[in-house]
């Protein structure tokens, strides 16, 4: 970034310095590989003047504003950003992507009797500006609107342990936090990763499969290659109860004696690349939702959070309810 003379020299400096050194790998051939698109954006944000922005901003508002007399302050945000990365590695390979993605996001604040209650909906996906349209911003100002209001009707929870059931969606970050970052492959090369050496080993039920898949159209998470120019994959963690794979960078695989499953990540070309997260999901299993809640007698029906965090090493993690339901 440093276009100085100063800094060029230095630069010099250092390639001379490793010049100099005794190589360890002999020179390879780079090789242009093709990955496939899982994103491709139709309307790229390059082209979309903050003009074509507003309206879609204004309906969501309105929307959430007018949902209920309660309702007294209304936020709308709308991110967008497009990404260009090029990766040549030391194997030989050389990869293109244009990565897009888009967040919208709704927060409400609602005031009845002197209590104040705030609540939000949000939408994310490796989309261009065709993401948008007034039918989804309606749902997502609605969606907000509803999820706040609807605390001025909750209690709290009765004081005790109570079994939980997980609805779909949100509750996904319970997974992300408790198992996802614990598969995470410098984790368990560390050794302090609840699941270090436990590959091939019973940790669920047969009926829990949990994947991390790169693969999905326009998913947030997916990737056409990582960082490191490996190309993405859907990668099976734990398959019927068993622990099958950890997710790895090029690093780990070798230290392994695997092969990367794509999922080397990077802040920007500043930082190394490490193991981290595509879209990480547990498969349906053979029960219905009924049959689950069925199952609980006296129970705490956990629909959206706010935060979670976890303790890899222990595998202790702890979440915090927004909007929760009493089974009885």
Same mark, same amino acid.
Request: glycine share 4%.
């Given at each position: 970034e *440093? @276009?100085?003379? =100063?800094? +060029?020299?230095q630069a010099a400096r250092t390639a001379a310095v490793v010049a100099n050194a005794q190589a360890k790998a002999a020179p390879v051939s780079i090789l242009r590989i093709a990955p496939p698109s899982y994103y491709e954006a139709q309307i790229p944000w390059a082209d979309v003047t903050i *003009? /074509?922005? %507003?309206?879609? @901003? =204004?309906k969501a508002n309105a929307v959430a504003a007018g949902f209920d007399k309660r309702i007294i302050k209304v936020r709308v945000f709308v991110n967008d950003l497009e990404g260009h990365v090029l990766i040549a590695n030391s194997e030989g390979a050389l990869a293109e992507d244009t990565r897009p993605m888009t967040t919208a996001y709704c927060t409400c604040v609602a005031e009845q009797n002197g209590r104040r209650e705030e609540n939000y909906h949000s939408l994310g996906a490796r989309r261009g500006f065709e993401q948008y349209s007034d039918a989804l911003m309606t749902e997502i100002g609605e969606t907000a609107a509803k999820r706040t209001v609807v605390l001025f009707d909750a209690a709290p929870p009765p004081p005790g342990e109570y079994p939980v059931v997980l609805a779909p969606g949100l509750s996904g970050i319970l997974l992300h936090e408790a198992m996802g970052h614990g598969f995470e492959a410098d984790f368990n090369r560390k050794g302090i990763s609840v699941y270090a050496g436990r590959i091939g080993q019973k940790i669920a039920p047969d009926f829990v499969t949990i994947v991390d898949d790169g693969t999905l159209p326009h998913e947030r998470g997916s990737l056409n290659v990582d960082d490191e120019g %490996? $190309? &993405? =994959?859907? &990668?099976? +963690? $734990? =398959?019927?109860? $068993?622990? /099958?794979s950890y997710l790895h960078d090029i690093i780990s695989a070798k230290h392994y004696g695997v092969a990367s499953t794509g999922n080397g990540r990077r802040e920007s070309y500043k930082y190394p690349p490490v193991p981290r997260m595509r879209n990480t999901y547990m498969l349906n299993g053979p029960h219905s939702a009924e049959e689950i809640v069925k199952s609980v007698k006296k129970g705490i029906y956990a629909e959206t959070f706010t935060n979670g965090q976890v303790n890899i090493g222990a595998g202790d993690f702890s979440f915090y309810l927004k909007n929760g339901y009493l089974i009885e």
């Open positions: *440093d @276009l100085s003379p =100063e800094a +060029l020299a *003009d /074509r922005k %507003i309206p879609f @901003l =204004e %490996i $190309v &993405t =994959e859907r &990668t099976a +963690l $734990v =398959e019927n109860g $068993v622990l /099958r």
